[in-house]
């Protein structure tokens, strides 16, 4: 795959999680080997204004925007979930959205362990640990 674009994806998840964390909030990024199938995740997770499950299934439709003159006035277009979607998909993954209004979001762009080269952290081809350095291939 094309590494430009898990970093465009990667960042427009941390931008989103900025833009919609209000001041004193928390932004958590974690990115793991899965022990369990050797699969990537790289999450972002807030404690923003969060999303109400009605909107879920469609926060990955192109232009689709939970609260439009929300989106204007940050700025948002209603593409980028939907681009970080393609991306996944492209690289044979997926993207996990779960959120609850008033706690917060978790997006999971999760890659497959064929996808994942691991770089340091493994043992005479040994998964690596979960904190191991990893490049996606």
């Given at each position: 795959g094309v590494e430009a674009e898990?970093?465009?994806a990667m960042g427009n998840l941390v931008s989103n999680a900025i833009r919609y964390t209000p001041e004193g909030g928390t932004?958590?990024?974690h990115w793991r080997i899965r022990g369990s199938d050797g699969c990537a995740e790289f999450e972002v997770r807030d404690s923003g204004i969060g999303i109400d499950k009605e909107h879920l299934p469609r926060l990955t439709e192109r232009f689709?925007?939970?609260?439009?003159?929300?989106?204007r006035d940050?700025?948002?277009?209603?593409?980028?979930?939907?681009?970080?979607?393609?991306?996944?998909?492209?690289?044979?993954?997926?993207?996990?959205?779960?959120s609850e209004p008033g706690k917060g979001s978790s997006?999971?762009?999760?890659?497959p362990a064929a996808r994942v080269r691991?770089?340091?952290?493994?043992?005479?081809?040994t998964p690596?640990?979960?904190?191991a350095s990893a490049q996606v291939a």
């Open positions: 898990l970093h465009s932004i958590e990024i689709y925007r939970v609260d439009g003159s929300r989106s940050t700025g948002g277009t209603g593409l980028g979930l939907a681009i970080v979607k393609h991306v996944a998909q492209r690289h044979g993954g997926e993207l996990n959205i779960q997006f999971k762009l999760v890659l691991v770089t340091a952290g493994s043992v005479g081809g690596a640990p979960a904190d």
